[in-house]
């Protein structure tokens, strides 16, 4: 028998009982402790919603558009059980950690097939006759049905959009995707979305673009980041940061605060009692050269970090310097069913061009320190990094 669960993004939820097993298994109940938006939490205190209600919404939402597009049942069922999957890889903090275990090795947690041999996992997918490689191809986005789950208009991402938005209580990132998924078809190409979805198609782009800035790159959570980033350098090292990076998000934190090195415990910390590091310089592309910086190679940034630190005569860990890469041109590879013609989304959408606009302007730099070091911080920040002109907050600034 298929099981209703309650959900206050989609109301109830039906999942099938052939994936129902699936739910109980050890990796997909370890989600329940990984924060889907990391640190934002310090910043929108309602965003405390985890990868496992994450990966029931996709999994919801895949099932609604496999029906709309008229998918067999055991295409439905590897595809939904795709997407229910798809975030087990993620590390302690979601991104968070991913960044830091790629500072020792190749790290995604798109591969997800050595979790699929799970003694929970694997004998579900054989009981069911789901190909765990292929279940592994959609969510690395090399299958033919990929882009339900790995595209541009993909049912992880409506899903983190509508969630992000409910529960940071941030109106940007809704739109109707109900809408979306009735008017998208499949292609020889992939996803492509009738002429009446084009207006729900722009809704969820809008919404990315809107999302940046207020949520996911706001700079009280990338201040945590970074003080995380501190932490996990001070505390793994090449022959344990696989361990770090199978713990939850209460694992990875215990640890931390026990930690051997001072520094990690200060930092997790830091954290924890919400004592951030503040911004002693937070500027963009009006004020520094954008495109030299985000090329800078790390070492080159590592010693621009340094040229500060000595300049202000502090210590070392309490400069960061945190230089984002750009963010890059949003192209959609998305058509258009228009009568027997696919027309590009772009070519029809006229305010792309304008989005990427706004979202080269959203890039910004920033040197963070602790509060009482701001002034001299700052001071030697500017010098160094020839900032043309300090950035002034001039709006409310968010806690």
Known sequence: MPKQIKDPVHGYIEVKS??????????????????????????????????????????????????????????????????????????????????????FHEFSHDEILPHLSDDEIAPVLEENGTDPKEISEIVSGHHR?????????????????????????????????GRLIQSLVFTKFGLAVKENGISAAESLLIARTLMGPS???????????????IAGRNHVDSSSVDRFMKMDDVQATAELMNSSSQISRKMINGIRTRRLYKRAVYAGSDSVDAARM?????????RL??????????????????????????KMQVQVKNHHDLIPLDEIFPLMSTMNEARHGQWMIGVYCPKELRERVSAAAVEVLNVRRATKQTGLEIY
Do not use: W
């Open 305 to 330: 970090r340094r040229a500060i630190i000595e300049t202000a005569g502090v210590l070392e860990n309490d400069v960061i310097l945190d230089i984002p890469p750009l963010r890059k041109e949003m």
């Open 145 to 177: 049905l990929a882009s339900i789950i790995h595209g541009d208009l993909d049912v992880d991402r409506m899903d983190y959009l509508l969630r992000d938005a409910h529960y940071t209580g941030v109106p940007y990132g809704t739109f109707d995707a």
């Open 18 to 103: 052939e994936i129902l097993p699936l739910l109980d298994s050890e990796k997909l109940q370890r989600l329940h402790h990984i924060r889907q938006l990391g640190f934002i939490y310090l910043v929108y205190p309602g965003a405390n919603h985890t990868r496992y209600e994450h990966s029931l919404g996709a999994m919801h939402l895949a099932s609604l558009l496999c029906r709309n597009l008229e998918l067999s049942r055991d295409e439905s069922l590897l595809v939904e059980s795709a997407a229910l999957l798809h975030d087990i890889g993620h590390g302690p903090y979601s991104h968070t950690s991913e960044r830091l275990c790629k500072e």
């Open 294 to 302: 985000a090329s800078l190679s790390k070492d080159a940034k590592e």
């Open 215 to 229: 949520v996911y790159h706001h700079h009280v959570s990338r201040i945590a980041e970074e003080m995380f980033m």
